[in-house]
């Protein structure tokens, strides 16, 4: 009995350190992806050599998940950002958050906990969109990185549940 017990805990400690193991490598790519597509976006900004091909290359990526209109692209230095103010808040905000749970636990979050945090985002579309108010690229920004950071969150924590399931069975 005693040996059946011991044996039970060492099979659950080994899944333990292979969840922490997998969690971890998990949260690696993702910040990887993070840090490439974020540089890909800026990357008007960041290389000074004008290359046409390779501006076109990345502006024609990034116009398919961005309108791209430049009145509502970050402008720095003299280069417009390839994606809108609001993408770019929800790519940094996911960026920033993959980095804070590479050192930090983050507790699963609830669906509920999604809807809520979406609701600033989407307020903020739909009153731009009925001329409530002006199109803001700072509200635009902050209520993307709001939305980019609990979406990453969110993404995160189902993947490791996934993969947590996976191994068990």
Not at 23 to 37: D, E, G, R
Not at 41 to 60: A, E
Not at 120 to 130: A, G
């Given at each position: 009995?005693?040996?059946?017990?011991?044996?039970?805990?060492?099979?659950?400690?080994?899944?333990?350190?292979?969840?922490?193991?997998?969690?971890?490598?998990?949260?690696?790519?993702?910040?990887?992806?993070?840090?490439?597509?974020?540089?890909?976006?800026?990357?008007?900004?960041?290389?000074?050599?004008?290359d046409?091909?390779?501006?076109?290359?990345?502006?024609?990526?990034?116009?398919?998940?961005?309108?791209?209109?430049?009145?509502?692209?970050?402008?720095?230095?003299?280069?417009?950002?390839?994606?809108?103010?609001?993408?770019?808040?929800?790519?940094?905000?996911?960026?920033?958050a993959?980095l804070?749970?590479?050192?930090?636990c983050?507790p699963?979050?609830?669906?509920?906990?999604?809807?809520?945090?979406?609701?600033?985002?989407?307020?903020?579309?739909?009153?731009?969109?009925?001329g409530?108010?002006?199109?803001?690229?700072?509200?635009?920004f902050?209520?993307?990185?709001a939305?980019?950071?609990?979406?990453?969150?969110?993404?995160?924590?189902?993947?490791?549940?996934?993969?947590?399931?996976?191994?068990?069975k």
């Amino acid at each position: 009995m005693l040996q059946l017990l011991l044996t039970g805990i060492k099979n659950s400690a080994n899944i333990n350190i292979e969840n922490k193991l997998s969690s971890t490598l998990l949260k690696l790519i993702l910040l990887s992806v993070l840090v490439i597509w974020t540089l890909g976006f800026l990357q008007p900004n960041l290389f000074l050599q004008n290359d046409s091909l390779t501006n076109y290359f990345f502006t024609k990526v990034y116009s398919k998940v961005c309108h791209q209109e430049s009145s509502k692209c970050i402008l720095i230095g003299i280069e417009h950002m390839l994606v809108c103010a609001r993408c770019a808040g929800i790519y940094f905000g996911a960026l920033i958050a993959a980095l804070f749970t590479f050192f930090y636990c983050i507790p699963e979050l609830r669906i509920k906990v999604f809807v809520i945090a979406s609701l600033p985002l989407l307020l903020d579309v739909c009153l731009t969109f009925l001329g409530v108010y002006t199109y803001s690229q700072t509200v635009a920004f902050i209520t993307g990185l709001a939305f980019g950071g609990i979406v990453y969150v969110f993404f995160l924590s189902e993947l490791e549940n996934f993969f947590s399931n996976k191994s068990i069975k």
